[in-house]
């Protein structure tokens, strides 16, 4: 059996669209380290974790730019270009063909302090992965009669533009979804009147976005402003006074309906927990 001997390069763009080799300033005493798409192989392993790079620059004037300081951001003899956020890769090459293993940004950079000593600048990249991870959607338009691939795309069409990945390649959807994101509610906390806040296998989730929804009791309009809260901490012996407290208000123009909830923990107290309630209804469009 013949044995497979690639090479590799690693490659970063100090300038857009221009890949440039950095392999011979990686310090060969500290092996690179790098990971990507899925870590485990159970049944509920269905998604990719966030990939790592790690490696280390050379950072003495036996480097490529023969410049000390070249990997230290800040520094006069800084390489141009080189800072966090710029892309990162790791190529393979067998029979001249290149094989991209690992694709990134570079989210660290720590050089080493001194002149004399190690002279090094230690780098840590993270792949497409953690970007989804780290990012929130804000806004995305209601999608009617949509394909899973058209529903997958609208949704990366509304990340930033720093964090799309640079290229997809989906399946063809099988179905046709009529509605989708069309019951995002304020300021993204879910419709209960639509169940959002359940998973559809019945089991409560316990995601942020999922939790318990409060709203206005008795507003006429029927326009709700629903916000998220978290129940509050069971009281302990000596705390002081900590209010706790969710409210929601009407979203309808004109209407001031309100409901709102406060709790006082009483130190003195350990077994019971001695709580005053104000509650307050008003609205403008009440007869």
Not at 82 to 91: H, K
Not at 253 to 264: F, H, I, L, T, V
Request: aromatic letters at 8%.
């Amino acid at each position: 059996m013949a044995f497979v001997f690639p090479t590799w390069r690693v490659e970063m763009q100090f300038s857009v669209g221009v890949w440039t080799d950095v392999r011979l300033d990686i310090v060969a005493a500290e092996s690179i380290r790098w990971q990507r798409g899925a870590q485990a192989n159970g049944p509920r392993d269905r998604i990719a974790q966030p990939g790592l790079f790690e490696f280390s620059l050379r950072n003495d004037p036996g480097n490529s730019g023969a410049k000390q300081g070249y990997y230290s951001p800040g520094h006069t003899n800084c390489r141009s270009g080189f800072t966090e956020g710029i892309p990162v890769r790791i190529i393979g090459t067998y029979n001249a063909v290149d094989y991209p293993l690992w694709r990134g940004r570079l989210r660290s950079i720590l050089p080493d302090p001194g002149i004399y000593r190690s002279q090094r600048t230690h780098c840590t990249a993270q792949d497409g992965i953690s970007d989804l991870t780290d990012t929130d959607v804000r806004a995305i338009a209601p999608q009617v009669n949509k394909t899973e691939t058209q529903l997958l795309a609208a949704v990366l069409a509304a990340l930033p533009t720093e964090v799309q990945p640079p290229a997809t390649n989906f399946d063809s959807g099988l179905d046709v979804v009529p509605y989708a994101f069309d019951n995002i509610g304020v300021d993204g906390a879910p419709d209960l009147d639509r169940g959002d806040a359940e998973p559809h296998d019945g089991r409560r989730s316990s995601s942020p976005a999922a939790r318990p929804v409060r709203s206005v009791l008795g507003c006429p309009n029927g326009a709700i402003r629903r916000r998220p809260f978290s129940p509050p901490a069971r009281p302990r012996v000596g705390s002081a006074y900590r209010p706790t407290s969710f409210s929601a208000s009407c979203a309808t123009a004109g209407c001031a309906a309100s409901y709102s909830s406060g709790r006082r923990n009483d130190p003195s107290t350990v077994s019971t927990d001695r709580t005053s309630r104000r509650t307050s209804r008003a609205c403008a469009g009440r007869a």
